[in-house]
């Protein structure tokens, strides 16, 4: 089945630096990446998300980047706010119904 | 609002006791999911539903049951037999095929065993 590994585990950065979280996938039949936040107490929610027919893809402050042929991909964070803070979870889908398998996760601490 | 609903929001289980876990959800979305948290670590998939009257095993079943009776409803049960129940359960729910849908969260329960 699908492994998805997920570096580092724990980020701090500066506030106004940017933030990049890296993660793996094992099953080249995987074909949708997800981003989620998740803040103390709280479900996961989705943040941004890219399906493996496209390389990049940008909202905001928030970015998110494909190489299919590595089986990579990239969670981008830049102008990090204290808000910013939270575990950020990458996640990988080889099926059209959504099933997920999760990274570790990454705690990151935006100091201001 | 539509959305994911979990209740309750912390539960305390004795040893030896069955709890269930309630997931209502809105959205109608077809596929409902259970995860399991523990702290420091990922999500890991228990349960999962498709369609209604018919659901499948995840990655970490043992001790668990679900069941699929309405479209919006997919209550998790605790047994006795799971060893280690202590964990942040997290409901989840997607569209379904074709939409390559993404997963949408409730809040989820935190259950203890005391």
């Known amino acids: 089945g699908e492994n998805v590994e997920q570096h580092p585990s724990t980020l701090s950065v500066q506030e106004g630096d940017s933030a990049v979280i890296k993660c793996t996938y094992s099953?080249?039949?995987?074909?949708?990446f997800p981003w989620y936040k998740q803040e103390l107490g709280k479900g996961p929610q989705l943040i941004i998300d890219?399906?493996?027919?496209?390389g990049e893809k940008k909202d905001q402050r928030i970015a998110v980047t494909l190489n299919k042929t590595a089986k990579h991909f990239s969670l981008h964070i830049t102008e990090t706010q204290p808000e910013d803070s939270a575990v950020y979870f990458c996640?990988?889908?080889?099926?059209?119904?959504?099933?997920?398998?999760f990274g570790a996760g990454t705690q990151v601490v935006v100091t201001p | 609002d539509g959305g994911i609903t979990q209740s309750p929001k912390y539960l305390f289980r004795k040893e030896g006791q069955n709890v269930t876990l309630s997931c209502e959800q809105n959205?109608?979305?077809?596929?409902m999911y259970w995860y399991r948290q523990d702290p420091g670590q990922g999500l890991r998939l228990i349960y999962y539903?498709?369609?209604?009257?018919?659901?499948q095993k995840g990655d970490i079943a043992e001790g668990y049951s679900v069941s699929r009776e309405k479209k919006e409803s997919f209550p998790l049960t605790v047994t006795s037999a799971q060893k280690n129940p202590t964990a942040f359960y997290l409901c989840?729910?997607?569209?379904?095929?074709?939409?390559?849908?993404?997963?949408?969260f409730g809040q989820g329960t935190r259950l203890t065993v005391v």
């Open positions: 996640a990988g889908s080889t099926d059209s119904w959504g099933k997920l398998q």
């Open positions: 539903s498709q369609i209604v009257n018919d659901f």
């Open positions: 099953d080249s039949a995987s074909n949708y």
């Open positions: 959205l109608n979305h077809d596929a």
């Open positions: 890219i399906r493996s027919n496209v």
């Open positions: 989840a729910s997607s569209m379904g095929p074709g939409v390559m849908g993404a997963a949408f």
